[in-house]
C-alpha cells in the first residue's frame, strides 16, 4: 500500500488492541463520528470518550457490555469537544476524569442545537438532547491511574493543540497510545479551536512515545506512521498559509489556492479553510479570539462547491 493511501476496509466496532484493550471506532470518521477506547482493569472498566448523540453512545455502551462484565467505573474524556463529551451522562456512575483546561472549555455548555443541527444535520434530531456532564476529577498536565500493575499515563501538551485542553492516554508497558484529537487518520484534522504550531509540536512529542498502535480520536487504528502523515498535513498547510499570509492574500482566498496533493483523498479536505484562518490567527497572535462557526461552515460548504466544480471540468 502506498504510503498516503486512504485504508478502504475499516468499519465500525470494537477491535482487541492489547491485553484487556480495546478500541471502538466508528467509520468514516467525519465531523461527529469519533472514536472510544476501553481498558478494562482487574476491578472495573475505563472507558476514553463518550461519543456524541445518545444513539451513538448506546451502541457504545452495548459494545463494551458485550466485551466486559465489570462496571465502568472511569470515564476518560481526550478534550471538551461535543463528539467526545456529549456521551457522559448515558456513563452513570462513573468518575469523569479530563484536563483542568477541559472541564473549563467544557462548562458554558454546548454550541446551539441550530448551529450544530447545520453543521452536522444527520444527527440533527437527537441534538436536543444532549445535556452537559462535567468531569468530576481534573489534572493540570499530567497525572497516573495505577491499576493492578497497570500504568495509564495521562498528558497534556501544556498549551492548546486541537483544543486548549487535549489529553492523551498512553499505556507504556502495553504501548498503546489513545492520542484523541491529537491524532486524525485519514480525515482531516480540524484546527477550528486549536493552536496549529503547537498541534505539530505535540504531534512530535507523540512521535518519540514507545507505542505500537496509536488510537486517532477519528479514522481507523493506526500507527506512528500515520500520525506523522497527519503531523506533516499540519506543517505543510502551516507553511502554505505562511506564505500567502506573508503575501496580504485572505485566509479564504488562501485555502482555495492551496494544492492538496496526497491530502486531498482525506475525508473533509474542505476544513483547509478553518485551518488556514487559524494559522493566520496565530500568526497575529490572535488565538484566543474564536472562530465564527457560522463563517466557517459557510466557507466550507462554498470549498466544496468550487471543489465539485472542477471535478466536472
Ligand atoms: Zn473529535
Ligand atoms: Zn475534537
Given at each position: 500500500?502506498?504510503?498516503?493511501?486512504?485504508?478502504?476496509?475499516?468499519?465500525?466496532?470494537m477491535?482487541?488492541?492489547g491485553?484487556r484493550?480495546?478500541?471502538?471506532?466508528q467509520?468514516?470518521g467525519?465531523?461527529?463520528i469519533?472514536?472510544?477506547?476501553l481498558?478494562?482493569?482487574?476491578?472495573?472498566?475505563?472507558?476514553?470518550?463518550?461519543l456524541?448523540?445518545p444513539?451513538?453512545?448506546?451502541?457504545?455502551?452495548?459494545?463494551?457490555?458485550?466485551?466486559?462484565r465489570?462496571?465502568?467505573?472511569?470515564?476518560?474524556?481526550?478534550?471538551?469537544?461535543?463528539?467526545?463529551?456529549g456521551?457522559n451522562?448515558?456513563?452513570?456512575?462513573?468518575?469523569?476524569?479530563?484536563?483542568?483546561?477541559?472541564?473549563?472549555?467544557?462548562?458554558?455548555?454546548?454550541?446551539?442545537?441550530?448551529?450544530?443541527?447545520?453543521?452536522?444535520?444527520g444527527?440533527?434530531?437527537?441534538?436536543?438532547?444532549?445535556r452537559?456532564?462535567?468531569p468530576?476529577?481534573?489534572?493540570?498536565?499530567?497525572?497516573?491511574?495505577?491499576?493492578?500493575?497497570?500504568e495509564i499515563?495521562?498528558?497534556?501538551?501544556?498549551?492548546?493543540?486541537?483544543?486548549?485542553?487535549?489529553a492523551?492516554?498512553?499505556?507504556?508497558?502495553?504501548?498503546?497510545?489513545?492520542?484523541?484529537?491529537?491524532?486524525f487518520?485519514?480525515?482531516?484534522?480540524?484546527a477550528?479551536?486549536g493552536?496549529?504550531?503547537?498541534?505539530?509540536?505535540?504531534?512530535?512529542?507523540?512521535?518519540?512515545?514507545a507505542?505500537?498502535v496509536?488510537v486517532?480520536?477519528?479514522?481507523?487504528?493506526?500507527?506512528?506512521?500515520?500520525?506523522?502523515?497527519?503531523r506533516?498535513?499540519?506543517?505543510?498547510?502551516?507553511?502554505?498559509?505562511r506564505?500567502r499570509?506573508?503575501?496580504?492574500?485572505?485566509?479564504?482566498?488562501?485555502?482555495r489556492?492551496?494544492?492538496l496533493?496526497?491530502?486531498a483523498?482525506?475525508?473533509?479536505a474542505?476544513?483547509?479553510?478553518?485551518?488556514?484562518?487559524r494559522?493566520?490567527?496565530?500568526?497575529?497572535?490572535?488565538?484566543?479570539?474564536?472562530?465564527?462557526?457560522?463563517?466557517?461552515?459557510d466557507?466550507?460548504?462554498?470549498?466544496?462547491?468550487?471543489?465539485?466544480?472542477?471535478?466536472?471540468?
Amino acid at each position: 500500500m502506498a504510503r498516503d493511501a486512504v485504508p478502504r476496509d475499516w468499519k465500525t466496532g470494537m477491535i482487541e488492541i492489547g491485553p484487556r484493550i480495546f478500541a471502538y471506532v466508528q467509520a468514516t470518521g467525519e465531523t461527529g463520528i469519533s472514536n472510544s477506547g476501553l481498558i478494562v482493569g482487574h476491578e472495573a472498566a475505563i472507558a476514553v470518550d463518550a461519543l456524541m448523540v445518545p444513539s451513538m453512545t448506546r451502541r457504545l455502551v452495548a459494545a463494551i457490555k458485550r466485551t466486559t462484565r465489570k462496571p465502568i467505573g472511569r470515564l476518560i474524556n481526550t478534550h471538551h469537544h461535543l463528539d467526545h463529551t456529549g456521551g457522559n451522562r448515558l456513563f452513570r456512575g462513573a468518575t469523569v476524569i479530563a484536563t483542568e483546561k477541559c472541564r473549563e472549555t467544557l462548562a458554558p455548555g454546548f454550541p446551539p442545537v441550530p448551529l450544530l443541527q447545520r453543521f452536522m444535520p444527520g444527527f440533527a434530531r437527537e441534538f436536543p438532547l444532549l445535556r452537559v456532564v462535567l468531569p468530576t476529577l481534573t489534572f493540570p498536565d499530567r497525572l497516573v491511574i495505577h491499576d493492578g500493575d497497570r500504568e495509564i499515563q495521562l498528558w497534556h501538551p501544556g498549551a492548546t493543540a486541537h483544543t486548549p485542553g487535549d489529553a492523551t492516554v498512553f499505556l507504556p508497558k502495553e504501548r498503546v497510545l489513545f492520542a484523541g484529537d491529537l491524532a486524525f487518520h485519514y480525515v482531516t484534522p480540524l484546527a477550528f479551536q486549536g493552536h496549529v504550531g503547537n498541534w505539530i509540536k505535540a504531534a512530535d512529542r507523540l512521535l518519540t512515545y514507545a507505542a505500537d498502535v496509536i488510537v486517532p480520536g477519528h479514522g481507523p487504528i493506526g500507527t506512528k506512521k500515520d500520525l506523522k502523515l497527519m503531523r506533516d498535513y499540519l506543517a505543510f498547510v502551516r507553511r502554505e498559509a505562511r506564505k500567502r499570509f506573508e503575501a496580504g492574500i485572505p485566509a479564504e482566498a488562501a485555502a482555495r489556492e492551496i494544492k492538496l496533493g496526497v491530502y486531498a483523498s482525506w475525508r473533509e479536505a474542505e476544513r483547509i479553510l478553518p485551518n488556514v484562518a487559524r494559522c493566520y490567527q496565530e500568526f497575529r497572535n490572535e488565538t484566543d479570539k474564536p472562530m465564527d462557526l457560522g463563517w466557517m461552515i459557510d466557507g466550507m460548504e462554498r470549498l466544496r462547491a468550487g471543489a465539485a466544480g472542477h471535478a466536472c471540468l
